[in-house]
């Protein structure tokens, strides 16, 4: 029985959701891809697995579906991804980064952000629009923490959007 990514053991259902994967990275990829955007259907388990595949980008589009469609019980895994995660895979990082922070709360964010000193000015940059975002008295202890562990490098990148004016009308008003 094939199993969906290498190492990984085979169990019931699985020939089925590997099947639907595909065997290269590339189809792994954008079965993952098809699966964030709604278009199949793929247990969160099989996506958990994904978090460990060997293709970095099959990874990263894990956590891209997970941020959209996981569950909490989702935030282990993929906390144990990002911490098992190389400096140099940055954009697997950003998408675990962006998967945790859609998916946990500042509290669940707490303890990751402990380790922000090490992190990336743009990692912790997005860890910190997030929590920018989130007005909740938790969000802005949890921003402290992040300040705390960067040694304040998180700077602010949220500029105020100017509100669009209605457009006028070509139309001519019938009296």
Request: charged share 20%; net charge positive; proline share 8%.
């Amino acid at each position: 029985m094939p199993t969906p990514f290498p190492g990984q053991p085979a169990g019931p259902g699985t020939a089925a959701s590997s099947a639907a994967l595909g065997s290269t990275a590339a189809e792994r990829e954008a079965a993952l891809i098809a699966a964030a955007e709604g278009r199949l259907r793929v247990p969160i388990r099989l996506l958990h697995r994904a978090l460990a595949d060997p293709a970095p980008r099959v990874r990263a589009a894990a956590a891209f579906c997970l941020g959209k469609c996981g569950t909490r019980a989702s935030w282990a895994h993929l906390q144990r991804a990002f911490c098992a995660s190389a400096r140099a895979e940055r954009t697997l990082r950003r998408q675990l980064l962006v998967a945790l922070c859609d998916l946990g709360s500042p509290a669940t964010l707490q303890p990751l952000l402990a380790g922000a000193g090490s992190w990336s000015a743009a990692e912790r940059q997005l860890v910190g629009d997030c929590l920018r975002a989130d007005r909740r008295a938790v969000a802005q202890r949890a921003l402290a923490t992040l300040m705390a562990a960067a040694d304040g490098q998180v700077g602010a990148r949220h500029v105020a959007a100017p509100v669009p004016r209605p457009r006028p009308s070509n139309r001519r008003r019938s009296a």
